[in-house]
């Protein structure tokens, strides 16, 4: 499924002209744009349908023969306040969602793939919560700063161990987000729908038949030889121009 990528690259220029940016702010900011559908209520009701919970972000510069990159896994339903077993406090600054457990929660943490790899941890019992918006405020997927590592990251571009930012150049980055629960995707829910499938979904089992008819109702074409019913979302934002130290905004 594709979704779309944006990219603000600040650098001195920016950080000087601007008051709304401070010297921690250098970097690109990267927030990716939910699909249309999973920003309105479900059936014209007010419930709002669960969001992708997990995304992968991965950065690429350099030339063509000696390209470098660097990644982070974006946990985006990440509460602060869900035990040492989850790690990291969360991270985004301007935003509390509401966990009915405890209270109001910082939510949203990435892990950086250059000093760690991703484990899934498990799931809060209560199952998936994260939508489009936040409560009492609509505009939560859409503007960066209520959403920073949840539906959007901060690249400060400076390596792992404190080195100097990158050097100056073209930079681009994938965005790929996907459900951390099979049972919350679109595509696993899809047969319940009334009316969808033609011909009645029970005639459609077992797999692989089954999916197949439910990604031929869909328009979507499947992907590799999995037979698990499981959407990807992925975008991109290509030719990024970076320089850290430019008088001229970029």
């Known amino acids: 499924m594709p979704i779309e990528v944006h990219a603000l690259a600040v650098n001195r220029a920016n950080i000087s002209n601007a008051r709304s940016f401070e010297e921690s702010d250098a970097g690109v900011f990267l927030q990716w744009q939910l699909p249309e559908a999973l920003t309105q209520p479900d059936n ?3 419930d709002f349908p669960l969001v992708p919970n997990r995304w ?3 950065r690429y510069h350099g030339p063509a023969n000696a390209r470098q990159a660097a990644g982070w896994v ?3 339903d990440f509460l602060d306040n869900d035990g040492p077993q989850w790690g990291a406090r969360g991270t985004a600054r301007s935003l509390a969602l509401y966990d009915s ?3 109001p929660a910082a939510t949203g943490r990435r892990l950086d793939l250059r000093v760690g790899s991703w484990v899934e941890p498990e799931g809060p019992a209560e199952g998936l919560f994260l939508t489009a918006v936040g409560p009492g405020l609509p505009t939560f997927a859409a503007y960066q700063p209520y959403n920073q590592d ?4 901060h690249d400060s571009l400076v390596y792992r161990n404190g080195d100097p930012a990158l050097v100056d150049g073209t930079l681009s980055y994938l965005v790929a987000g996907w459900y951390s629960d099979d049972g919350a995707d679109s595509l696993s829910k899809s047969a319940g729908i009334g009316d969808l499938l033609p011909p009645d979904p029970a005639e459609l089992s077992p797999e692989p038949a089954r999916l197949a008819g439910i990604l031929d109702a869909l328009g979507r074409q499947p992907s590799g030889s999995s037979q698990t019913p499981r959407t990807l979302y992925s975008g991109t934002a290509l030719g990024v121009a970076w320089q850290h130290d430019a008088d001229s905004r970029p």
């Open 44 to 46: 014209g009701q007010i």
């Open 56 to 58: 992968l972000v991965v």
């Open 74 to 76: 974006v946990h985006s």
């Open 101 to 103: 457990r405890t209270g």
């Open 150 to 153: 949840v539906f959007s990251v």
